[in-house]
């Protein structure tokens, strides 16, 4: 927990940065990120457009569907590094410690169907993972790693030991990448920012059932849990605006940037009479605590409890009972 | 004559003309990699030149020729004849792979009637299945047991198409005839039960293939196949699958019953042939049914994963259903399938909507003999204003529309058969489902 008091003319203004979202995360087992695919294989059916921005970033979009004429399957399979030769993606996943599939995407809404796919050099065999579907149409950047574990959804339709074929099959892999296909007849549009494989499991899940925290941690740490940040990672200020970028994460302000940082002031406002008003960043949705207390020896106090931001900016709070000469001190939690 | 041999365990010998001949003891360049097709069409004229091909002469005398050659296959055959008889062109297969069952031989050729009493075709072990033709035109098959003859004369100064199926697991093949000078046109079969190896065999793959004696030859093409069913039928459809094309056509037309009758049965099996598996997923079979898709494709075992919708084993499929075949980039290859007279089938629903987002799509084919759209007794629509039909022909599509009393063509009224085997779009516009009456 991250806190700070901020005195100002007799009465103070405390902000924090709150504990309460650390009981949230559950996963464990930092994970190293081994190889990152920089060379994508297309196949593609239909006319998907494929494009490849400065930051590794690949888009893969849908153009909607004519109601005018019959419908078209449309889909894209990017294959992670298939042109090189004994690549990091190729060869025996289980030697190579290889235990999960990570992977960054933002899909459109309505959104495309997306799964993971992984095919053996040795049998041939084509494996398929759909429960990255589950991000369909969120909007926004999630990222997890799925498991190498069959039982995180790794099928394929036929035999009769599939947990043998896949144990087999993880030894001499040929191609391992994601597919992308329209899903019904709107414009669609799904981004893959990163695709690697790890050498431990981060968490089993697919990243769907990622929290925005996770999703957040994973995307700047490489980790999902704030248990699993290092001494260092919790000390960085990327920016330099005196706040951790764990902490503002935590608050929902922009660690890149020293202007947003989650701070509390007061505000003079004639037209309320009397008492004191607080301003701080909020978020959208994010519920906050106000606490006072006139003496710090003392310890504060809840004063309005589950403030609830209805949009992201500024919210602010007006204590009329702080009539008399305090001082006041705040603390701001973000619930 | 031609005669088709592999190695000790796997032997077929088909005997067009002339006399058999059984040595193997030449030394090839190239082996066929199945799938296999040549026409000769790369060939230079002349001299057939076996260094580098698949090939080899003994005796000499296999001369690619401009005349005669097979209508739609090319201009150019390969001639047995001229050298010191008897003249024997064999063709070494790659063994390597897995995944198949089945062996299918075509071929297209002019034979030279072989006189029985002068030497017939031995059955030497090795020989898998053997078949010549006599200066009768009958065809003579070996069994197994006794020479077979088919109850019907060849005319040998016709194109005969003969395809032979060998079907590995039961250890049994067939053997089809085409007789109108047509390339891939549906082909009958001309044995009555099936005929057993010739050589109790227990190898599963093709290993040569020869041809002897005096004949024309054309179009020689080795395909695998998957399904395990003995061939009942009759009849036999070919279909090219073409290397880069989507092409809209039918499931086989056979009745299949549950649960072969899903991608996971022996439907599923059929589907195969003339498809390929690929690193990063093979072709696809694309059905949309219920208004959804439902894709199919093959992985590099050749086993079929559901990219999208129903699992393998929940889609019963049926003549009336039209497949979207994928094919991607590699070479032409055929299909083949047994099939049947479709008749007494059970109607289909035919989805209909007017919400352009769920759209009343529906892809049917065409199960019956070539019907004109506007002709009696129609096409078993119960066909609305407006509603439409659209036949994929020649990469784009040729598209119809009720006009409430008719066909039409645009302005025109359509004069546009539909083939026997041909997918289409039918697109309903009233708002709700109706059937297909297929009668």
């Known amino acids: ?335 | 004559m031609v005669a088709v041999s592999t190695y000790r365990t796997v032997r077929f010998v088909v005997v067009v003309s002339g006399i058999l001949l059984l040595g193997c003891g030449h030394v090839f360049s190239v082996d066929a990699v199945l799938p296999y097709d040549n026409g000769f069409e790369s060939y230079d004229l002349g001299a057939l030149s076996t260094g580098g091909t698949e090939w080899s002469v003994a005796n000499g005398g296999a001369v690619v020729s401009s005349s005669p050659v097979m209508t739609g296959l090319g201009t150019k055959s390969l001639k047995l004849t001229n050298g010191v008889m008897p003249v024997a062109l064999a063709l070494t297969v790659d063994t390597t792979g897995s995944g198949y069952t089945n062996v299918w031989c075509r071929f297209y050729a002019k034979p030279t009637g072989y006189d029985d009493a002068g030497g017939k075709p031995t059955n030497t072990a090795d020989n898998m299945c053997v078949f010549f033709v006599n200066t009768g035109g009958w065809v003579k098959a070996y069994n197994g047991n006794v020479w077979w003859t088919n109850n019907f004369r060849l005319d040998t100064n016709k194109w005969t198409g003969f395809a032979v199926h060998m079907n590995y697991k039961n250890k049994l093949w067939d053997l089809y005839v085409s007789t109108n000078e047509t390339f891939n046109e549906t082909m009958r079969k001309v044995n009555t039960t099936p005929l057993a190896f010739c050589y109790d065999v227990s190898g599963t793959k093709l290993q040569k293939v020869k041809v002897t004696g005096e004949a024309v030859i054309d179009g020689m093409l080795l395909s695998k196949a998957f399904t395990t069913n003995t061939m009942t039928q009759t009849t036999l459809a070919s279909d090219t699958r073409y290397a880069s094309r989507i092409e809209l056509g039918t499931v086989p037309l056979l009745k299949y019953t549950a649960p072969d009758d899903t991608m996971a049965g022996a439907l599923g099996e059929a589907l195969k042939a003339g498809m390929k598996g690929d690193v990063g997923g093979g072709d696809s079979v694309r059905i949309f049914h219920t208004n959804g898709w439902n894709i199919y494709e093959l992985d590099s075992a050749m086993t079929w994963g559901a990219v999208t919708g129903a699992p393998l084993a929940s889609l019963h499929l049926a003549p009336g259903q039209g497949v979207l075949y994928c094919r991607g980039v590699d070479t032409n290859l055929t299909a083949f399938y047994e099939q049947q007279l479709m008749t007494n089938l059970t109607d289909r629903t035919i989805y209909g909507t007017n919400n352009a987002i769920v759209r009343g799509w529906n892809m049917c084919a065409w199960p019956y003999a070539a019907r004109s759209c506007n002709g009696t007794p129609g096409l078993g629509f119960a066909s609305s204003a407006g509603d439409r039909i659209y036949l994929y022909r020649n990469n784009q599509y040729l598209r119809i529309h009720w006009d409430g009393t008719e066909w039409r063509n645009g302005a025109n009224v359509a004069t546009t058969t539909i083939q026997e085997g041909e997918g289409f779009w039918y697109f309903r516009r009233a708002g709700t489902p109706a059937n297909w009456d297929l009668e």
């Open chain 1, 1 to 335: 927990m991250n806190t700070g008091l901020i005195e100002g003319r007799t009465r103070t203004v405390a902000w924090v940065c709150v504990c309460a979202l650390m009981a949230m995360v559950q996963v464990s087992t930092a994970a190293s990120v081994d190889t990152e695919s920089d060379v994508w294989v297309e196949k593609k059916s239909g006319a998907p457009a494929i494009e490849y921005g400065p930051d590794g970033v690949v888009t893969v979009s849908f153009d909607a569907q004519s109601a005018g004429g019959p419908p078209v399957f449309q889909s894209a399979m990017l294959m992670a590094n298939a042109t090189v030769s004994g690549g990091a993606f190729v060869g025996n996943y289980i030697d190579g410690g290889i235990k999960g599939i990570y992977l960054q995407l933002s899909n459109s809404v309505p959104g495309c169907a997306v799964q993971l796919v992984l095919q053996s050099a040795g049998s041939g065999r084509l494996w398929r993972n759909t429960n990255v579907e589950m991000v369909k149409g969120n909007g926004q950047w999630v990222a997890g790693t799925v498991s190498l574990d069959r039982s995180a959804g790794w099928t394929r339709d036929s035999g009769d030991n599939l947990d043998a074929m896949w144990t087999q099959d993880l030894q001499n892999v040929a191609m391992v990448g994601v597919r992308v296909f329209q899903s019904g007849y709107q414009a669609q549009s799904c981004m893959v920012g990163q695709f690697m494989l790890k050498d431990s499991i981060g968490f089993v899940t697919s990243p769907a059932n990622l929290t925005d925290l996770q999703s957040l941690l994973l995307a700047r740490f490489d980790v999902a849990g704030q248990d699993d940040l290092s001494a260092e990672q919790l000390a960085q200020d990327v920016d330099g605006d005196g706040m951790s970028d764990v902490n503002e994460l935590l608050a929902g302000t922009n660690p890149d940037s020293a202007s947003s940082v989650f701070a509390a002031e007061i505000i003079e406002d004639e037209t309320v009479g009397t008492g004191i008003t607080i301003s701080w960043p909020c978020v959208i949705g994010a519920r906050y605590t106000v606490l006072r207390c006139t003496n710090l020896l003392e310890g504060m106090q809840n004063l309005v409890v589950g403030l609830v931001a209805t949009e992201s900016g500024t919210m602010t709070y007006h204590d009329a009972t702080a009539a008399g000469e305090g001082p006041y001190f705040y603390r701001i939690r973000k619930d």
